[in-house]
């Protein structure tokens, strides 16, 4: 059954993902880009971590997503349309993508990954959102404190790099 | 296995109800294509010319949308582990809301949230 699940959850993110590419309507393709996050997401949830799971769908399936599609409602789509579908370099990217699998394979098989263990907890038990919690506001609050300063510092940062033109 | 199992029954019948709206709406919609579906979305008025810059402070508002967004998510464990960190809990999640708040303080003061 796990094994069921695992191969339904791995076509949505790669059709999601060649939906990306292969698009070409800019608005498709974020929303295929939308599918191959719950896909990845579901893949997280397989692997008991509802905390990045989540993650996944609220800051990329979420913010991300929402972001590329607010850029488009500004954007000519007319512009688009009746253009190549990849541009020149695609043959670096072919050659990037090949060696990133065959790099993950050889470390599939260095570590004797096999498809029989598909969905197996490999992780630890139960609800590790509450352990994320206590490590993160009871060992590493310092750290947790000073992801608020860098938030603030992109926030004060992007205000101050358009100060001239919001004053203007 | 039940958890899959109940799991795939409600995504089906997710993707069955998603299909049947959007099948619906095909078969009933008035379909028609003009050059005026893709223009850029100006309220209805025509739109004078083509972007090619658009207000930073869309720029601004993007920014703060994902930093919030960010802030919310350390919420989850932190509302997931309530009851044990207690008091000092609440104390450190308000020190983290209130350094961000700040920024947010200083877009307001510096008038990036107003539109002219």
């Known amino acids: 059954m796990a094994e069921f699940v695992f191969f339904v959850l791995a076509l949505v993110t790669i059709v999601g993902a060649l ?10 393709s974020a929303l295929w880009m939308v599918a ?16 990045i799971a ?8 979420g913010a991300i997503a929402v972001l590329i599609i607010f850029v488009m409602m ?54 590790n959102t509450k352990m994320i919690g206590d490590v993160l506001f009871k060992r590493y609050l310092f750290p947790f404190e000073i992801t608020a300063i860098i938030l603030l510092i992109a926030l ?4 101050v790099l358009t100060r001239k033109d919001i004053n203007t | 296995m039940l958890e ?7 995504i089906v019948l997710v993707a069955v109800i998603f299909l049947l709206v959007l099948g619906l709406a095909r078969y009933l919609a008035p379909k028609q294509h003009n050059p005026f579906k893709s223009q ?19 720029f601004v508002i993007a920014i703060m949308f994902t930093l ?23 104390v450190e999640m308000f020190i983290f809301l209130f350094l961000v708040f700040l920024g947010w303080i200083y877009a307001y003061k510096k008038g990036a949230l107003e539109w002219q």
């Not at chain 1, 990954?113 to 969905?119: A, E, F, R, T, V």
């Not at chain 2, 899959?4 to 409600?10: H, R, V």
């Not at chain 2, 850029?40 to 869309?58: D, H, K, L, T």
């Not at chain 2, 967004?69 to 989850?76: G, R, V």
């Open chain 1, 156 to 159: 004060i940062g992007a205000v």
């Open chain 2, 40 to 58: 850029v979305y100006e309220c209805g008025i025509f739109p004078v010319a083509e972007i090619s810059q658009f207000n930073i402070r869309f």
């Open chain 1, 36 to 51: 191959a996050f719950l896909g990845v997401s579901g893949l997280f949830i397989m692997l008991n971590a509802p905390f």
């Open chain 2, 4 to 10: 899959w199992l109940s799991a795939g029954i409600d």
């Open chain 1, 19 to 28: 939906g990306t590419v292969i698009s070409r309507n800019a608005y498709a």
């Open chain 2, 68 to 90: 919030f967004d960010i802030e919310a998510l350390f919420m989850y464990p932190w509302a997931l582990d309530f009851k044990e960190l207690g008091t000092l809990g609440v």
């Open chain 1, 74 to 127: 500004l954007m000519d789509r007319r512009v688009l349309n009746n253009k190549e579908r990849f541009n020149p370099q695609y043959l670096w990217g072919v050659v990037l993508g090949v060696g990133l699998l065959a790099d993950l394979s050889a470390l599939a098989f260095k570590f004797r990954i096999n498809l029989s263990h598909i969905g197996e907890n490999l992780t630890l038990n139960g609800s």
């Open chain 1, 54 to 61: 989540m993650l996944q769908i609220i800051v990329y399936a």
